[in-house]
């Protein structure tokens, strides 16, 4: 039987930009106004509950308010139409809304909660979080519960099945990254070792003055498109409808 071949997306912020989410990590270590290490910071997390419960619920709310782009529905499309795996770094859920399943949340869902003292997750959908008054529903813990989102200096449990998926792509199968510049998951350095056919698209490429080793790179990537996610739909589209009907020695 002829091996199958795999398609892997690995989506960044840029994924979901042109819905309207705006990027985690600005040059000026803001997020929305925020500082990311008072609202996003597992050492210090706890003494800062009341902030980090409001900044996470605000982030609820305009989720609410956003819907799914093309290319989040091109991605649930591929599902259907090839043997497709799914990793995100984004903890949104337009692609659940796009039809997507299966997705591979690396760093959390923004839906969920999750206790620290009995370690229980849940879903609380698009609602605020009362700190004061609500409790986990498993063990009654009020102060360890926190945004199921992975912080800085937090372990992030997903990043070995997200390797071992990665690791194991061979020359048969496709990469597509879109919306990431490897800053946080170093997938320009993991798609330079991979045999497989891989597509880069960004809205523009990382500056030389900005670098730093791990970051995604032109000449790691068989194509590459910078252009916003949801214009590129089409023409992403056909380069990996060609590459998963070809086999290895066809040419392509």
């Known amino acids: 039987m002829p091996h199958q071949r795999h398609l892997v997306v690995f989506s960044g912020a840029g994924l979901s930009a042109d819905s309207g989410i705006a990027t985690f990590r600005g040059a000026d270590g803001l997020w929305e106004n925020h500082s990311i290490d008072e609202v996003c910071n597992y050492d210090t997390w706890e003494r800062n509950r009341e902030s980090v419960h409001r900044f996470y619920n605000a982030r609820r709310a305009a989720l609410a308010e956003v819907q799914p782009n093309p290319m989040h529905r091109l991605l649930a499309n591929w599902q259907t139409r090839f043997r497709t795996t799914l990793i995100t770094q984004n903890i949104d859920d337009l692609l659940e809304r796009a039809g997507a399943r299966d997705v591979l949340h690396v760093h959390g869902v923004l839906s969920e909660m999750r206790c620290l003292a009995c370690g229980s997750v849940w879903d609380i959908g698009p609602k605020a979080w009362d700190p004061s008054e609500e409790r986990c529903p498993t063990c009654g813990s009020r102060d360890r519960v926190k945004p199921n ?50 597509v880069l698209n960004n809205l523009e490429p990382v500056a030389p003055e900005n670098f730093v080793p791990g970051m995604v790179m032109p000449r790691q990537f068989d194509r590459t498109l910078f252009k916003p996610a949801a214009k590129v739909v089409g023409e992403l589209d056909e380069i990996v409808t060609g590459w998963m009907a070809a086999w290895s020695g066809s040419g392509l």
């Open 149 to 198: 989102v992975v912080f800085f200096n937090e372990p992030a449990p997903l990043y070995k099945p997200m390797s071992e998926i990665l690791g194991a792509l061979g020359r048969d199968d496709v990469l597509v990254v879109i919306g990431t510049d490897g800053a946080v998951v170093p997938i320009g350095q993991i798609a330079e070792r991979l045999p497989c056919r891989k």
